[in-house]
């Protein structure tokens, strides 16, 4: 079982490339593939905006994404017409703070959306009265921020450590259904499930919440607390969704430092109360293919291949065993905005009467 994919430069749509996935023989594996192909069959919609991140020569740079971050703004400005005011500069000398991201800036930008969305649970009123493209403006703060962070850490990480440009690409689509996982196939923790392979593909994390593995990366290893606590959820589904490290790999039995962080991330679960041994957590990631790197790029060259990616970040079509669909937008068509925000309608309508 195989699934090609077909990228083109955003910015000349003639010039293409593609990759073939070698789907794994296993059971999860097949669920995918199948799964994948009955998102092509009903032609859902495929979410461009937060796909390609971590790539440093990506054409959507910080002046770009600042552009984008001054309409979200003055779509938001005028809409609230001084009821709710973002204040905020943003330019590429604003975003960083050396080579690293402007974290206080970056936290600002966060709290905007957190105040305006709400919560799934609890929409927030801000985001209730907001017409269409005011609700898309908003979505794009959150967006924006994560792109420009992953942007500029990439950025950095390619003047400091070439060699280690952790690049990945997020497949998803608008209104993927979920599917559930099932119970047999969830595993015990094992620490080489927690490997980073480069042209692996994984499955896409479908649900709200985070894994015990993020929350570990993201408290640095402190106790969790009640609030922590309510930020996690346990794998349920699963979907035709997925993700691909484009990253060099990362082996447990080869990088000591990664050693050293799961062995330690095992005894933090131990001390949260958490049994290793129980399949109900689903600990690590669940490879469902490979990307056949030497025949769709003729080298298997971390450097070569990223710097083939990077030109060509937009995915322009999937074909799974002849069901196959194709993507003929990308953000620099000038009616993206327009045409996403038809799709997005009929959640803005019920998020309106809620």
């Given at each position: 079982m195989k699934v090609k994919v077909v990228l083109r430069n955003p910015l000349d749509k003639t010039d293409t490339v593609d990759y073939t996935i070698?789907?794994?023989?296993?059971?999860?594996?097949?669920?995918?593939?199948?799964?994948?192909?009955?998102?092509?069959?009903?032609?859902?919609?495929?979410?461009?905006?937060?796909?390609?991140?971590?790539?440093?020569?990506?054409?959507?740079?910080?002046?770009?994404?600042?552009?984008?971050?001054t309409w979200a703004k003055n779509t938001i400005n005028c809409f609230f017409a001084g009821k709710y005011t973002i204040k905020e500069i943003f330019s590429p000398d604003s975003l960083r703070t050396g080579l690293d991201p402007n974290q206080d800036l970056m936290n600002q930008l966060h709290n905007h959306f957190e105040h305006l969305q709400g919560t799934v649970w609890e929409l927030s009123d801000w985001y209730k009265r907001?017409?269409?493209?005011?609700?898309?403006?908003?979505?794009?703060?959150?967006?924006?921020?994560?792109?420009?962070?992953?942007l500029i850490l990439s950025q950095r990480k390619k003047v400091t450590n070439p060699d280690w440009v952790r690049s990945s690409q997020i497949t998803t689509f608008l209104n993927a259904a979920r599917i559930n996982f099932p119970n047999e196939y969830k595993t015990t923790f094992d620490e080489t499930r927690y490997d980073r392979k480069f042209g692996e593909v994984y499955l896409h994390w479908t649900q709200i919440g985070k894994t015990l593995y993020e929350v570990y990366r993201d408290e640095q290893g402190v106790d969790i607390d009640q609030s922590v606590c309510d930020a996690i959820t346990h794998l349920r589904y699963y979907s035709g969704e997925f993700d691909i490290e484009w990253g060099q790999d990362v082996v447990y039995g080869t990088h000591y430092w990664h050693k050293k962080e799961i062995d330690k991330f095992k005894e933090w679960l131990v001390k949260q109360g958490f049994d290793p041994e129980d399949s109900q957590y689903n600990y690590g990631y669940h490879p469902v293919g490979q990307v056949d790197l030497q025949n769709s790029f003729g080298t298997t060259d971390f450097k070569?291949?990223?710097?083939?990616?990077?030109?060509?970040?937009?995915?322009?079509?999937?074909?799974?065993?002849?069901?196959?669909?194709?993507?003929?937008?990308?953000?620099?068509?000038?009616d993206y905005y327009q045409k996403q925000i038809a799709c997005l309608t009929p959640g803005y309508n019920h998020s309106s009467k809620i």
């Open positions: 070698v789907v794994n023989d296993s059971p999860m594996g097949l669920r995918w593939y199948h799964a994948l192909q009955d998102l092509l069959k009903r032609n859902k919609y495929l979410e461009k905006n937060f796909c390609f991140l971590g790539f440093p020569d990506s054409s959507r740079d910080l002046d770009y994404i600042c552009k984008e971050l907001a017409d269409y493209t005011t609700k898309f403006a908003i979505r794009q703060l959150n967006l924006l921020c994560h792109e420009a962070e992953s070569q291949i990223l710097s083939m990616l990077s030109k060509h970040l937009d995915i322009y079509k999937i074909e799974a065993n002849g069901v196959s669909a194709t993507y003929d937008y990308t953000w620099s068509d000038p």
